[in-house]
Structures are given as C-alpha cells and as structure tokens.
C-alpha cells in the first residue's frame, strides 16, 4: 500500500522490524532520552513486552530505502489492565468489545507535516479487525499539538493514565475503526 509516496510495510513478528523500530525511537526521542522513562533500554523492555502481547502489529512507512516512521498496537479485551489504568470509571460498553490499543507512533523529523503520521495510522487500521482504538498522549506533547492532532482524527478523551511511576500521566482517548460507533 502505497500514499504520498510512502509504502507501508505491515509486520507482526518483532524480529525483522527490531533494530528500526529501536533507530526511529531514539531519533525521535534524542531529547528525552536521559530521562529513565524514555531511555533507549526502557523502550526495549516496552517494545519486547507489546510485541509479545495478543495482535501485536506494526506498519513501518518508507521513503524509498529509509524508514519514514511507524506505529504499533495490539488487542486489548475486556479486564485488560490497559482499561484499569484509567482513573475515570468507563462505561462496560466502550471496554467489553475487542479494541486496538495503539502503543507508539513515530515519525522522524524530516518527514513530519508531510502526511505520514495519518498515512502510518489509517494504514494500521485498515488492516484491524477490531471495531475501536484507543491510545494514550501526553497532553503536553507539542504544547498540546499531539493531543489537538488526534481530535483532529476523531479521537475523544476519556479519561487520565499513569502506565508506570515514572511515566508522565497521559490522557487515553478513543475513536471508531472503519465507521463503528466508539
């Protein structure tokens, strides 16, 4: 699948997309990286983990030879304890169906503001069986950018987040796949 002159590359085994997926985070997070939460070890440990879990995917976009960015999620169900982080009490309605919980999406500077990020996404989700997604943000991405970036795709709040201690809280939001009601 190919837009804006990108190709996206679906992968749901770890091992051949590792070693990029490990380059595009810590050149996108070059800044944070000192911080333990964002260190290159963490992240790892965060990728291993998710990649191990049920649905595991991921679309790597390329620009000819060189990776563009990326975005990862997995099947998240009903008792995940992605749902229990969330400090506001959710309606059994939006936790019970099946949901694409998307984990990380990455684009490397020179390539932002060219439609990869959407491209990247709307490739993910294309290919989903699921009827939802969820992510989290920190609303202080970008001064607030990211977080108005993904309203822009259709994503509501619904409620704050602490994965770990040393994590910064994120605001978890959800939006419909394919036209279902989210």
Do not use: C
Not at 47 to 65: F, I, K, Q
């Amino acid at each position: 699948m190919t837009s804006a002159g990108f190709e996206f590359r679906h992968f749901r085994d770890i091992e051949p997309v590792w070693d990029t997926l490990i380059e595009v985070y810590a050149e996108v997070r070059a800044d944070r990286l000192h911080d333990p939460h964002y260190s290159v070890e963490r992240y790892g440990e965060r990728l291993a983990r998710h990649a191990s879990e049920p649905g595991w995917e991921t679309v790597v976009a390329y620009d000819g030879n060189e990776a563009v960015g990326y975005a990862y999620g997995n099947t998240i169900e009903f008792g995940d304890r992605y749902w229990k982080r969330i400090t506001s009490p959710l309606p059994e309605s939006l936790t019970q169906i099946p949901t694409l919980a998307l984990k990380e999406i990455m684009v490397r500077v020179p390539w932002r503001k060219t439609g990869a990020s959407i491209g990247i996404h709307d490739s993910l989700l294309a290919a989903r069986s699921e009827t939802q997604v969820t992510l989290m943000v920190n609303p202080l991405a970008g001064d607030g950018k990211v977080h108005s970036l993904y309203e822009t795709w259709g994503y509501r709040d619904i409620g704050e987040s602490q994965p770990s201690p040393d994590s910064p809280v994120l605001m978890a939001m959800v939006r419909a796949i394919a036209g279902q009601v989210a």
